[in-house]
C-alpha cells in the first residue's frame, strides 16, 4: 500500500477548501454592502457587516423594515433590551433571542438552544447571519463585487427575492457606486471639495425633494379599488383614480370615499369621446355634487379636449405589476424606469388587485430615494 504523504495531504484539503468555498476577505480596507432582497441598503462605518471568528456577523436591525433603512420587509420584527443585554428577533410564529452578556441563543417558544452567539461592534449588537436564516428559513449570500476593489456584497434574501445574484449585481451596479459615494463623502466631507480651481468636482447625488411625483390609477372597474385606498390610507399618500362613467354610475360609495378621503377622480375614456367624458362628469356631480375636468384618454385626443377646458392626464410612465412579481421588485422596475429625472413625474397605475399587493413598497421606495409624492389636483397637473 502506498504511504500518503501528509504535507501533500494537507495541500490538497487545502485547495479543495478553497475551491468549495470563497475565501472570507480580512482587509481592513474592504467593504460591505448589504442588499435586503432586490434592494441595497446605505453603506455606512456603523452597520456595515463583519467577520468574527469565521462567522458572518450583521447588524441586528437589518431584519426589521422599520431599522434597515430601505424599509424592505423579510417578516422579521426586532428589539434590543439594553438591561437584559437581550436581542430579540420574532414573527408570529418564532421567536430567537440572544443573550450578549451570557452568550447564548434560544427558541423562545420551544427552548431549544444554539451553537451560536451574539457580538458587539460599532457599539451595536450584531447576530450571526447563518443562525438567522436558517432559523427563519431564509437565505444569504456573499459575493466579491467586479466593479469595486475590496468590495463585497452581503445579501439576505427571502422568497420575495427575484433576481439571482450575478444579475443583481449586475443591474444594482449604479445604485451600489451611488452608496460608495455616499459612504466617502461621509467619512471626509473635506477631501469632496477641490482645493484648486483645476481639480474636478465630485457631480452631486441627484437631489429628488423637489420632483413631484403625481400617481394616477387606472380603473377600468371597482375590483381593486377598496385595496387600494386602505393602503393609500396607511401611508397617507393620495392619488387621483380615472373611472369609466359606468363605474362612477354605479359605485357612488366608493367614489365617495375616494374623494372623502382627499383623493381626485378623473374620468376615464378609452376612445376619447367627449360624449363618454360628459357622461363621467354627470354621474360625479349626481352622486358627490362636485366637478371635474380631468381626463384620461389617448394622446391623440388631447389637444381638441384641451381646448375645451379638459385637463387630460400626460403620464411619464405606466406600468401594470404582473401576479408573480414582489413589491420590491417591482418597485425598483419603477425606479430604474425613471432613472435620474429631475422633473415632475407623472406615474400611471393599473387599479387592480396586484397593484395593490405592491404599492406599499412602491411607496416606501420613492419615499427612500426622495421622490416626493403630491397631492394631485387639477390646478397642478
Known amino acids: 500500500m502506498r504511504k500518503k504523504h501528509p504535507v501533500l495531504s494537507l495541500l490538497l484539503a487545502t485547495v479543495l477548501v478553497v475551491w468549495l468555498f470563497p475565501p472570507i476577505p480580512v482587509s481592513a480596507a474592504s467593504l460591505y454592502f448589504t442588499a435586503i432582497n432586490d434592494s441595497i441598503a446605505p453603506l455606512t462605518s456603523g452597520s456595515m457587516p463583519c467577520w468574527s471568528g469565521g462567522t458572518l456577523y450583521v447588524p441586528y436591525t437589518v431584519f426589521d423594515a422599520s431599522q434597515n433603512g430601505v424599509g424592505v420587509s423579510l417578516g422579521l420584527y426586532t428589539s434590543y433590551h439594553n438591561r437584559n443585554h437581550t436581542v430579540t428577533i420574532f414573527n408570529l410564529k418564532q421567536m430567537l433571542v ?75 451596479r449604479e445604485l451600489i457606486n451611488n452608496r460608495l459615494r455616499d459612504y466617502t463623502q461621509s467619512l471626509s466631507p473635506a477631501e469632496t471639495t477641490p482645493t484648486s480651481p483645476v481639480n474636478p468636482v465630485t457631480p452631486p447625488e441627484v437631489d429628488r425633494s423637489n420632483v ?45 370615499r375616494i374623494l372623502g378621503t382627499g383623493h381626485s377622480v378623473g374620468v376615464l375614456s378609452q376612445d ?16 358627490t355634487h362636485t366637478r371635474t375636468t380631468l381626463a384620461y384618454v389617448p394622446e391623440t385626443a388631447r389637444p381638441g379636449l384641451e381646448e375645451r377646458g379638459w385637463v387630460c392626464w400626460k403620464e411619464t ?14 418597485a425598483n422596475t419603477v425606479l430604474n424606469q425613471l432613472g435620474t429625472r429631475r422633473r415632475t413625474v407623472y406615474l400611471t397605475l393599473e387599479g387592480s388587485g396586484n397593484t395593490a399587493r405592491v404599492l406599499s413598497a412602491l411607496l416606501r421606495q420613492l419615499s427612500s430615494n426622495q421622490y416626493t409624492v403630491a397631492v394631485p389636483m387639477e390646478t397642478k397637473l
Open 98 to 172: 440572544f443573550n450578549l452578556e451570557r452568550g447564548t441563543c434560544r427558541d423562545e417558544m420551544t427552548g431549544a438552544t444554539y451553537d451560536a452567539k451574539a457580538i458587539r461592534r460599532n457599539g451595536k449588537p450584531y447576530v450571526p447571519l447563518y443562525m438567522v436564516c436558517s432559523f427563519f428559513g431564509m437565505d444569504y449570500s456573499y459575493n466579491q463585487l467586479p466593479y469595486i476593489s475590496q468590495g463585497y456584497l452581503v445579501r439576505i434574501k427571502s422568497a420575495d427575492a427575484v433576481l439571482d445574484d450575478a444579475l443583481f449585481i449586475d443591474r444594482a
Open 212 to 256: 413631484a411625483t403625481y400617481l394616477a390609477f387606472r380603473c377600468e372597474s371597482a375590483d381593486g379599488l377598496p385595496a387600494l385606498l386602505s393602503t393609500l390610507d396607511g401611508t397617507g399618500q393620495y392619488a387621483v383614480f380615472f373611472l369609466p362613467p359606468q363605474v362612477i354610475e354605479t359605485e357612488g360609495d366608493l367614489v365617495r
Open 272 to 287: 376619447g369621446e367627449e360624449q363618454d367624458l360628459e357622461r363621467g362628469r354627470l354621474a360625479l356631480e349626481e352622486q
Open 317 to 330: 410612465l405606466s406600468l401594470e405589476p404582473n401576479s408573480t412579481v414582489g413589491g420590491t421588485a417591482f
